[in-house]
């Protein structure tokens, strides 16, 4: 299957904007377009989950507790990808592409990846 993307809350739009730039087929929602405004990580998640989107965060410090958290439950995650708020754009927007382009998304179900790769 084709990978998905969410972006969520606290992810730089410039990472979502050059990803399009590099590959406009891909499928990036936007949180603003997911309605993340009030949620907490764990609904974050899950919303994620439901549409089959592997969700890119800058949330070092909360989101891999609440991963963890998600997935004990039983429930499947597509992926999580962490870039630390320093990380430069374009090797987090590289990394992006190059995970679209050569795999797929089963090979990233219920993992962590930290960016860029």
Do not use: C
């Amino acid at each position: 299957m084709t990978i998905r993307y969410q972006a969520d809350n606290d992810l730089k739009s410039a990472i979502q904007r050059g990803v399009r730039r590099r590959e406009p087929a891909i499928d990036f929602q936007s949180a603003r377009t997911a309605s993340f405004d009030s949620l907490d990580d764990l609904e974050v998640l899950e919303r994620a989950s439901r549409e089959l989107r592997i969700l890119v965060s800058h949330d070092v410090n909360s989101m891999p507790v609440a991963f963890e958290r998600f997935l004990s439950t039983g429930r499947p995650s597509p992926g999580l990808f962490l870039a630390p708020q320093d990380a430069r754009i374009g090797k987090v927007v590289e990394s992006l592409v190059i995970v679209w382009v050569a795999s797929d998304s089963s090979e990233w179900e219920n993992q962590l990846v930290w960016l860029p790769l």
